[in-house]
């Protein structure tokens, strides 16, 4: 099993480029969750999906939109980058009723210049 | 938002000693987790804590659900070179739908 799959691993972007950020998982979760970490910060939740055909967002949703576009994938599109927008962006899914399901793809590295 | 404070944010230890770090907040969580995350990879689940004053071990490392549902530790034992890492505290706060709140992590670089 490959878990969950982020892609691209890094990325470039100019201000007021755009762009999408793709996860998938193979786990058959129902959850997924779409988080950015900061030096010196935990993850900040950005936007979540609690089951198939459902978005909501999260601490941190201004500049992003997202896509649940089957049950494996979940994708998060930046319309505009700005360079506040400078981070790494992880993707994870959850097993319904469990933590311990929680799993977390290896990121995305992204630099808006 | 929400905040955990997570302490001590770097830690500088010889192998072989013992490692203490916490979290705490002003606000009352059902769920503790503390996560390990290793350069370029995503944080891993190291222990979940369901109940006030639970006391959790996972080989090496033990973790703790204070009584007050505001804080928790996590000790690890006899530290060795793969321990090296980020390791963070997360919440789950009473009354959410499995939303995490995260702590900032703690640092862990072990001295040669």
């Known amino acids: 099993n490959a878990g969950v799959t982020q892609t691209p691993k890094f990325q470039v972007l100019k201000t007021g480029q755009s762009m999408t950020l793709q996860c998938a998982q193979d786990?058959?979760?129902?959850?997924m969750y779409w988080y950015r970490q900061d030096p010196g910060m935990g993850l900040r939740l950005i936007y979540y999906?609690?089951?198939?055909?459902?978005?909501d967002k999260g601490e941190v949703p201004n500049g992003y939109n997202v896509s649940r576009l089957n049950k494996r994938e979940f994708s998060l599109r930046l319309e505009s980058a700005a360079p506040s927008q400078t981070s790494v962006y992880f993707c994870?899914?959850?097993?319904?009723?469990?933590?311990?399901?929680?799993?977390f793809g290896s990121g995305t590295r992204l630099t808006v210049v | 938002g929400q905040q955990l404070n997570q302490s001590p944010q770097s830690m500088f230890i010889q192998e072989g000693e013992d490692v203490s770090m916490n979290c705490t907040s002003s606000?009352?969580?059902?769920?503790w987790l503390w996560y390990k995350q290793d350069p370029g990879e995503g944080p891993v689940l190291l222990i979940a804590?369901?109940?006030a004053g639970e006391l959790t071990s996972n080989g090496r490392l033990t973790a703790q659900f204070g009584i007050t549902r505001k804080d928790s530790f996590l000790n690890i034992s006899a530290s060795i070179p793969s321990d090296v890492g980020i390791y963070f505290c997360?919440?789950?706060?009473?009354?959410?739908?499995?939303?995490?709140?995260w702590g900032a992590g703690t640092k862990l670089i072990i001295k040669p």
């Open positions: 786990m058959n979760h129902n959850s």
């Open positions: 804590l369901y109940k």
């Open positions: 997360a919440g789950q706060l009473r009354d959410s739908n499995y939303q995490l709140i």
């Open positions: 999906s609690a089951s198939e055909g459902t978005t």
């Open positions: 606000s009352i969580f059902n769920t």
């Open positions: 994870a899914s959850r097993k319904t009723g469990s933590f311990y399901g929680y799993t």
